[in-house]
């Protein structure tokens, strides 16, 4: 079983509202990932957690927190969003963080932020 | 750090022929080389990998090379079907102290017409 899940599937919030996105595995994994893709463009990386710790932040602005409760969830909590933030959020996991271990994906939340 | 570069950004063949697409990367030290396939409103699934270590890896249509001496691999798709449109990532990992980063091409939308 290969599966990352993530809900919501979609999701629509004004600028001053409070949500969050929920990402979970059940493969063991140990690391995961948050990234972001805009339309027509590769996936960009956000955060990576590796043993529940946060190991990479890349210079994502602080309205986006994420949050690593156990093993195998992963939380992206969301406050005041711009409209350009509004894209595909997805959820990976891979073995580790280090090594070269295959990331498997999940399908992602549409976020469109009003 | 490390910069992956893929051609071309779209491909257009008939059912039944071939497909190639290729990548470029600039660290000599990146080892792992995925691909992934994303279809319209799913996240990227990965479809076949190569490490450092060998020079090619076979999976039924699927098959990818790599040449280390000139930092450039590709993807071959045989005898494409209509279910291999999509848009195809190439990316690239490892290097000395972005272990956890996997850096993605641009990508490539390919059709296939019927």
């Known amino acids: 079983d290969t599966e990352v899940t993530q809900t919501p599937k979609h999701l629509v919030m004004g600028m001053t509202n409070k949500k969050s996105l929920k990402c979970e595995q059940h493969?063991?994994?140990?690391?995961m990932y948050w990234y972001k893709q805009k339309a027509k463009k590769p996936p960009e990386l956000m955060f990576v957690y590796s043993y529940e710790k946060l190991s990479i932040n890349e210079s994502v602005p602080s309205r986006f927190s994420p949050e690593c409760p156990n093993s195998s969830l992963l939380n992206l909590h969301l406050h005041a969003l711009q409209p350009e933030d509004s894209a595909l959020y997805l959820c990976a996991s891979s073995l580790t963080g280090t090594g070269d271990y295959e990331q498997y994906f999940g399908p992602g939340t549409r976020l469109t932020v009003t | 750090g490390e910069n992956v570069e893929q051609h071309p950004s779209t491909l257009s063949v008939q059912e039944g022929d071939s497909a190639v697409i290729k990548c470029t990367y600039s660290d000599s030290a990146s080892n792992y080389f995925p691909w992934y396939k994303q279809e319209l409103g799913k996240g990227p699934q990965l479809i076949i990998d190569?490490?450092?270590?060998?020079g090619e890896k076979k999976d039924q249509r699927i098959a990818v090379t790599l040449n280390k001496t000139a930092k450039h691999f590709s993807l071959h798709i045989t005898e494409t079907q209509p279910e291999d449109s999509a848009v195809y990532f190439c990316?690239?990992?490892?290097?000395?102290?972005?272990?956890?980063?996997?850096?993605f091409g641009s990508g490539t939308r390919l059709s296939i017409r019927p």
């Open positions: 990316a690239a990992k490892g290097g000395h102290s972005s272990a956890s980063k996997i850096i």
């Open positions: 190569i490490r450092s270590n060998v």
């Open positions: 493969m063991g994994h140990r690391a």
